[in-house]
């Protein structure tokens, strides 16, 4: 008989450097997840990405077992990376921080592709678009 779930939970984790600090510790906490075992889990798991930032979604059980499974980075973190930028703008509508070309959102999208609610490539890159867009990032043709 499968195991009854109880809840899904959805955190953004540093690969290989997660602590029982928050925002980890009070949100695994509160449903009773031991907070160890799934830091030293994750850690394991992603030891060889260190430096990027890898989201998690952890399925909790009713008998307060877990599994999880991790994604790729938020497509925020991929922009920053292939831009060579620090942060996005805080006013991306006056200030730009970058810009990316046709080819690198291509890239992007079609990386992130598994993770996205798209089922073209061409989805996946207005997605992308519009996140640089809201990060100051323009998109060179």
Same mark, same amino acid.
Do not use: C
């Given at each position: 008989?499968?195991?009854?779930?109880?809840?899904?939970?959805?955190?953004?984790?540093?690969?290989?450097?997660?602590?029982?600090?928050p925002?980890?510790?009070?949100?695994?906490?509160?449903?009773?997840?031991p907070?160890?075992?799934?830091?030293?889990?994750?850690?394991?798991?992603?030891?060889?990405?260190?430096?990027?930032?890898?989201?998690?979604?952890?399925?909790?059980?009713?008998? $307060?077992? +877990? @599994?999880?499974?991790?994604?790729?980075?938020?497509?925020?973190?991929?922009?920053? %990376?292939?831009?060579?930028?620090? *942060?996005?703008?805080?006013?991306?509508?006056?200030?730009?921080?970058?810009?990316?070309?046709?080819?690198?959102?291509?890239?992007?999208?079609?990386?992130?592709?598994?993770?996205? $609610?798209? +089922? @073209?490539?061409?989805?996946?890159?207005?997605?992308?678009?519009?996140?640089?867009? %809201?990060?100051?990032?323009?998109? *060179?043709?």
């Open positions: 008989m499968a195991k009854k779930i109880k809840t899904f939970i959805k955190v953004n984790l540093k690969a290989g450097e997660a602590t029982p600090a925002p980890v510790g009070p949100a695994l906490g509160q449903h009773g997840i907070i160890m075992d799934f830091i030293q889990q994750y850690n394991d798991r992603t030891k060889d990405l260190r430096g990027k930032v890898i989201p998690a979604v952890i399925t909790l059980y009713e008998d $307060n077992s +877990f @599994t999880f499974v991790t994604k790729l980075p938020p497509i925020s973190e991929m922009i920053k %990376s292939e831009a060579k930028i620090q *942060k996005g703008s805080g006013i991306p509508n006056k200030t730009k921080v970058g810009s990316l070309t046709d080819a690198q959102v291509e890239s992007i999208a079609k990386e992130k592709m598994q993770d996205l $609610n798209a +089922f @073209t490539v061409e989805a996946a890159k207005e997605i992308v678009k519009g996140t640089a867009r %809201s990060m100051g990032v323009t998109i *060179k043709d």
